[in-house]
């Protein structure tokens, strides 16, 4: 196995780079820190093009096989890596996942979520849901960034995530009821039917809410009733409670 010994080789300045969002959508390929993650997309056959490795006596042979190279590194090199002030000792260079939208039934729109962890904890949420797609808009915090895939505990890779260009086109072409979170023309969200086959749910962005023409092209508005002191929700807990409510 071939090791790594300075920060100067090039596959550590490509990991460098893809640290970047402009690079990750330049290359299709995003970087994992982190047992768990680097786990998560070795089960769900994604492919792994670079492991990098502090302590291979700790990683999985199978992990090792299935990479197309695998690195051993020095406590140098990983914390020129590491993302986290305690490296875990183990990254990848990954190919992002791709996904069709069209048989999606069960969706949730994020519209300009800004916030990296509530993104993963919204794609997180979804998936423990057993939604069939997260559909986010431009503007939304960057699904493959590593606070995004850290706060989605892998969930990113059991769940189809995909940037769409014109929301407003998918919304008004989408075969179900799709909700809106806002207050304008809302109902309780109690007054909506549990167990529903098909449906599009949208939150918007934490200090803006949802656009005007998002919110012209839904089906129905729903609020969640608040009964303390607090002025509003965590879009990622108003997200769950809704999400888990149509769910039934």
Do not use: C, W
């Amino acid at each position: 196995m071939e090791q790594i010994t300075s920060n100067q080789n090039t596959k550590v300045k490509l990991y460098q780079k893809l640290k970047k969002k402009r690079e990750r959508d330049k290359q299709g390929l995003m970087i994992l820190e982190g047992y768990h993650l680097i786990e998560e997309a070795f089960q769900n056959n994604l492919t792994i093009e670079y492991l990098f490795v502090l302590d291979v006596a700790r990683v999985d042979q199978a992990l090792i096989e299935a990479s197309q190279a695998t690195y051993e590194i020095n406590m140098k090199v990983a914390e020129t890596l590491a993302g986290t002030v305690t490296p875990q000792g183990i990254f990848a260079i990954v190919q992002k996942p791709t996904f069709e939208i069209s048989t999606a039934k069960q969706v949730l729109i994020l519209d300009r979520v800004q916030d990296p962890g509530n993104v993963g904890t919204l794609i997180r949420t979804a998936d423990a849901a057993g939604l069939d797609m997260v559909i986010v808009s431009r503007g939304t915090a960057d699904v493959f960034s590593d606070k995004v895939l850290r706060a989605s505990q892998g969930s990113v890779f059991h769940i189809p995530v995909v940037v769409e260009e014109d929301v407003v086109h998918f919304v008004q072409n989408f075969n179900g009821p799709v909700y809106g979170t806002a207050i304008e023309n809302a109902v309780s969200y109690h007054k909506i039917d549990k167990k529903q086959t098909s449906f599009a749910l949208i939150l918007g962005n934490e200090g803006e809410g949802m656009t005007k023409a998002l919110l012209d092209a839904t089906t129905q508005n729903v609020t969640i009733p608040i009964y303390g002191r607090a002025e509003s929700l965590n879009v990622a807990i108003a997200a769950g409670i809704l999400m888990f409510h149509l769910k039934g």
